[in-house]
């Protein structure tokens, strides 16, 4: 991925690298804090997230906006270059100038609509005869963009509001939510404890590739987390040294490919966007990652 | 008009993974920075009216880099497109053809539309004498400088139609990993790079009338961001690479 190829690049041999190993160094060293005397059990969990691949709707008022700018750009231009691009009396020119009376009529046209009916406007008092009427020229538009329609907006997923679904909700940021066996709805990750050696985003990236499955290209941004939690330790460790568990979170993009529903222990999951998230998830766990998530 | 695609791409994608790639975590807040000893006594009558530095020198290219903060996050101010045309120093209407190139390639004028910030295609004039051929106050370059919706404009055009087809273009050449970054370009948070005249006629916006104009002029592209001090230019890199302009290692 040409992404993931130039920031690897970038970061080889930076102080960057060198910052990222030294917080997870830390983060190891960490383990015991002061007031309490006891160690923390340390989890990665990943955010998931399928960026936007579509630009969003304008609003009505924001296309009125554009449109009005637009115009104002167009009644205050500075003055065309003639002399330049056209000799003085020549046919481009003439054909320049009745494509450019067009374009002008395109632009402002949604001034006409609201001319009252009593008012008429110059243009129609001219007698009606069999003029030259100029089209924009095949420079300026190109036959086949007109022919292919771009696709719809909404697509199948949208309609039937598959949440599986990547091609949902397209001008959106998704993340993955996903369902252990009898437990609540949590972002993937956090099922065991780093091994040896091995830096926090490595742990984040290996969890959610044995809970998530191989058939996806996932990309972790940078080294640092994005967040922490405090959670309750797994049942196996209840009465181990640790007073607790801490989950960082990670975040990862998902270039391509899609989660894999026969891994075992996936009973269910869900590309949500940020406030169907809040509907299914607990209040306490809405609280520890409602930050970490985008608006947009 | 329109909503601007990658303006969209920052604000939704890019601004979040930006600042955690580029957040540098400080335990405790700063000490202030020490006073330096400066070259010249402020008190003494002969000296107090000089220009005063530190002893060492500026040493700009040690100041820090400021602490991560939200609205401290990297992105990208301008884009400023330079020229100079070596036949204007011996014929001043050369220019011509260069102005009105980056007049297409930007789409901005002196005041157009009706914006009294814009400044439009800016003439470069000589600073000093040297070698013969040029003096002080010699028109014999052009620049533009492209903000907001226009610069991502731009920045959109080059990356999808100029850069995929230039010959032998693997990225914009960084400096070697031995090589020290303190310096005044290290910590400017300016990445820069030039373009040869083949690449002007890529552009969509020259390509469709390539006949019009003289001839085709290189030109060097400086992306200016916020960003200041330590790693800033490395910072700046990491920044375009999230819009899709490829670097490669100076071979």
Known sequence: MLRRFTVAALLQNSRLQSRGCTYSTITHNLQTT????????????????????????PTSFEAAL??????????????????????????????????????????????????????TPPSSKTPKTTQYKPSLSPATTTSS????????????????????????????????LVKRGEGEWRLPGARGDLRDGELLHEAAKRELHAECG??????????????????????????????????????????????????????????????????????????????????? | MHPSRLADHYHN?????????????EFQTRAPARE????????????KHRRNIPRGGIQIGKTPSPQSTPDNVIRLEKIALH??????????????????AFRALSGETHQGGGNRHRNGIQIVKGRKTEGGWIRPGLPVGVTVEMTGDRMYEFLGSLVNFVLPRLREFNGIKMPFASRSQQTPSGVSGVVSFGLPPQAMALFPQIEVNVDSYPRMYGFHIHF??????????????????????????AS
């Open chain 2, 224 to 249: 200016i961001t916020n960003a200041f001090g330590q790693d800033a230019q490395a910072r700046a890199r990491a920044l375009l690479s999230g819009f899709q302009i490829p670097f490669a290692r």
């Open chain 1, 145 to 176: 963009d007109d022919d292919a329609q771009p696709m719809s907006r909404t697509t199948e997923a949208d309609k039937i509001n598959d949440v599986k679904s990547l091609n949902r909700q397209g001008h959106r940021n998704l993340y993955l």
């Open chain 2, 36 to 47: 330096p000893n400066m070259k010249y006594d402020p008190e003494d009558p002969y000296s």
């Open chain 1, 214 to 296: 191989i058939n996806m290209d996932a990309w972790v941004v940078g080294r640092h987390p994005i967040g922490v939690m405090d959670a309750p330790l797994p049942q196996e460790l209840q009465s181990s040294q640790y007073g607790g568990a801490k989950i960082f979170f990670f975040k990862v993009h998902i270039l391509a490919g899609q989660i894999d529903p026969t891994i075992a222990n996936l009973k269910d999951f869900a590309w949500l966007t940020k406030e169907e998230i809040k509907k299914i998830v607990t209040l306490e766990y809405w609280n520890n990652i409602h930050n970490i998530l985008s608006e947009y």
């Open chain 2, 83 to 100: 020229c100079m045309v070596k036949e204007a120093t011996s014929n001043r209407s050369q220019l011509l053809g260069a102005i009105m």
């Open chain 2, 13 to 25: 994608t890019l601004r979040d993974d930006i600042m955690y790639m580029t957040y540098n975590h």
């Open chain 1, 66 to 119: 554009y449109q009005y700018n637009s115009n104002i750009g167009r009644a205050l231009f500075n003055p065309f270059p003639y002399d330049f691009y056209f000799n003085s009396g020549s046919l481009l020119k003439a054909q320049f100038n009745k494509e450019e009376k067009l374009r002008e009529k395109l632009a402002f046209n949604w001034a006409k609509k609201t001319v009252s009916k009593r008012s």
């Open chain 1, 34 to 57: 002061e007031s309490t005397g006891k160690k923390y059990l340390i989890q990665t969990a990943v955010l998931l997230n399928r960026s936007p691949v579509l630009t969003r709707s």
